[in-house]
């Protein structure tokens, strides 16, 4: 089955700079890339996602890669704020089997932004 | 926002006992899921749910686990007689026909 692998597990940061997380996936069959974001006790949310018909997708401060070919897919953060701190989870999903598009989840990575 | 919810926030059981973990999904979507989360491992899917049966369900869903949506609003997870390695974050999520998943806020089922 579809394997994920995220990299760093942690990354410490100061205020302003960039984060990049870097996931990589195993099922070239997968063609869904979402991106967790979970801040302590609470819910896992959806802050950006990836189809496999486009390279990069940016949404304000954060903007995801993918590479099919290579089967690797970014988060990068620019500007970072202490408000990213965060776990973020990478994910992909393989469509249309049996109807269950289940998630399998990268290792995440914890994000610390030093003021 | 819509959001899914859980209940309860935190289950203490003894080993051996059943437990239920609720989830209200949102109204509109079709495509229901458990993951869990032990702690400082991975999320790892459990089960999916769609038009009133199992669509897929990993290694981990045993016999000793089963889902029900009993009501058209609510969907749980039942554990027939917990073992200590299943104390976890439990997660529920739902979706409707695309594929952004939305996760209720989970429940940390504890083992005793």
């Known amino acids: 089955g579809e394997n994920v692998e995220q990299h760093p597990s942690t990354l410490s940061v100061q205020e302003g700079d960039s984060a990049v997380i870097k996931c990589t996936y195993s099922d070239s069959a997968s063609n869904y890339f979402p991106w967790y974001k979970q801040e302590l006790g609470k819910r896992p949310q959806l802050i950006i996602d990836?189809?496999?018909?486009?390279g990069e997708k940016k949404d304000q401060r954060i903007a995801v890669t993918l590479n099919k070919t290579a089967k690797h897919f970014s988060l990068h953060i620019t500007e970072t704020q202490p408000e990213d701190s965060a776990v973020y989870f990478c994910?992909?999903?393989?469509?249309?089997?049996?109807?269950?598009?289940?998630?399998?989840f990268g290792g995440g990575t914890r994000v610390l932004v030093k003021p | 926002e819509p959001e899914v919810t859980q209940t309860p926030s935190h289950q203490v059981t003894q080993m051996g006992q059943e437990v239920i973990l609720r989830c209200v999904p949102i109204s509109n979507h079709l495509y229901f899921y458990w993951y869990r989360q032990i702690l400082g491992q991975k999320v790892e899917f459990l089960v999916s749910f769609y038009n009133n049966e199992i669509s897929e369900k990993s290694e981990i869903f045993d016999d000793q686990f089963s889902v029900e949506r009993p009501d058209g609003s609510n969907f749980t997870l039942k554990i027939r007689s917990t073992k200590l390695e299943d104390s976890a974050m439990y997660f529920c999520a739902s979706r409707a026909g695309s594929p952004e998943a939305f996760f209720g806020q989970g429940t940390r089922l504890t083992v005793v």
């Open positions: 994910a992909a999903s393989i469509p249309h089997k049996a109807a269950g598009n289940k998630l399998t």
């Open positions: 990836i189809r496999s018909n486009v």
